[in-house]
């Protein structure tokens, strides 16, 4: 079992910046291809970006591109999300996400998915 919490949301204003964190423990967690996932109130949960257990791979939404970076920490287990740039558009909850398999972790389908962290975005 791993276990996902998600921290580091909070309320920003347009064109400012925020890191969200994910701390994974549990079964061999350092070994999971992880990424993150957001979902705006009404909407789908959406593909936000993704990496590699060791980092050699990455993936982001094109809605992300140039604004968001994804990065992990693999001594602490940890994955983060720098968001720059930030729109009223990014405005959602925040979900970390964890598979041996990255493929799974793009198309949502990891095993295991944190509890979310909130992140507002002003206008």
């Given amino acids: ?17 925020l890191r969200v ?3 994974a423990s549990g079964r061999t967690s350092s070994m999971f291809n992880m990424g993150w996932f957001r979902q705006a109130p009404g909407k789908e949960r959406d593909f936000v970006a993704a990496i590699t257990w060791g980092g050699a791979n990455i ?5 992300v591109k140039g604004r968001f970076t994804i990065s992990r920490d693999g001594a602490k287990n940890t994955v983060y999300l720098q968001m720059n740039s930030l ?12 598979d041996v398999r990255f493929s799974a972790v793009v198309a949502g389908a990891g095993a ?6 909130q992140v507002t975005v002003s206008s």
């Fill in 1 to 17: 079992q791993v276990q996902l919490v998600e921290s580091g949301g909070g309320l920003v204003q347009a064109g400012g910046s």
């Fill in 21 to 23: 964190s994910c701390a």
């Fill in 59 to 63: 993936q982001y939404a094109e809605s």
């Fill in 87 to 98: 729109n009223p558009e990014d405005t959602a909850v925040y979900y970390c996400a964890a």
């Fill in 112 to 117: 295991y998915w944190g509890q979310g962290t």
